[in-house]
């Protein structure tokens, strides 16, 4: 069924207008009667076409109810800043898993060095992208790719957050598994470049409260690395 997302909703009146209503009108050539889904802060109103005039699509409403592919969990992934295609993939496979928000970070080790105002230009790609992802994989939400931070500015982040797991492959690291994450409502996930992190910085995400933990005797690529820990945080806070 289709997708759209808006901000505010007026469940006696709801329509789409803009693109939404073009797409839904000349690309999918969708006629009155037939079924769609507009999704509003993790609530999924399941709609009938009412009708269609021009710019704007009328829509009965159905049933609401929660969106069933949202975790119970928010997720902020802190992704050190790898080359474009990568965090272009990041970003995809990233909301199909159920990340609420992506920072990106500019590490020490980050190959790609980007200033501000070059990677705000790339911001509209990258959501996007998001929005893509969202609307294919049956998301209740948007998920927002945040400008480019610095890594301190990244470390006050996460202490606004209930719990923040930093990957790291030197020693001293836990497993997922022996982190705990009962009762956790927001979590950070912090992962590296190409480059990964330095010693200085993992230390100064576990004085700022972050556990440090490791994937295992395997070195894992940048893009795959906070795809594999976002699938073993969904599964341990059962969200799969």
């Not at 007026?10 to 889904?37: Q, W, Y």
């Not at 999704?39 to 005039?53: E, F, K």
């Not at 923040?164 to 927001?186: H, P």
Request: charged residues 25%; glycine residues 8%.
């Amino acid at each position: 069924m289709p997708r759209f997302f808006t901000n505010e909703i007026d469940e006696e009146n709801i329509c789409l207008t803009g693109p939404d209503a073009h797409h839904v009108g000349f690309s999918l050539r969708m006629k009155a009667g037939e079924p769609l889904t507009v999704c509003c802060n993790g609530i999924d109103y399941n709609c009938n076409v009412r009708s269609i005039t021009g710019d704007m699509v009328y829509l009965d409403l159905v049933e609401k109810h929660r969106c069933a592919a949202e975790p119970t969990v928010d997720v902020t992934l802190f992704q050190a800043v790898p080359k474009l295609d990568k965090l272009e993939f990041i970003v995809r496979k990233s909301v199909e898993l159920g990340v609420t928000r992506i920072v990106p970070v500019l590490t020490r080790r980050c190959v790609s060095r980007p200033d501000s105002k070059d990677f705000a230009k790339k911001l509209v790609r990258l959501n996007k992208i998001a929005e893509e992802a969202a609307k294919q994989s049956g998301r209740g939400i948007v998920p927002e790719v945040a400008p480019m931070v610095s890594y301190k500015e990244a470390l006050a982040m996460i202490k606004e957050l209930d719990r923040t797991v930093i990957l790291y492959e030197e020693e001293g690291g836990r497993s997922f598994g022996d982190v705990g994450f009962e009762d956790v409502k927001s979590i950070g996930l912090v992962i590296g470049s190409e480059g990964g992190f330095d010693k200085e910085e993992a230390q100064a995400a576990v004085e700022t409260g972050a556990v440090q933990v490791w994937l295992g005797k395997r070195i894992l690529r940048c893009e795959t690395a906070p795809i594999t820990a976002l699938s073993i945080l969904m599964f341990l806070t059962n969200n799969m």
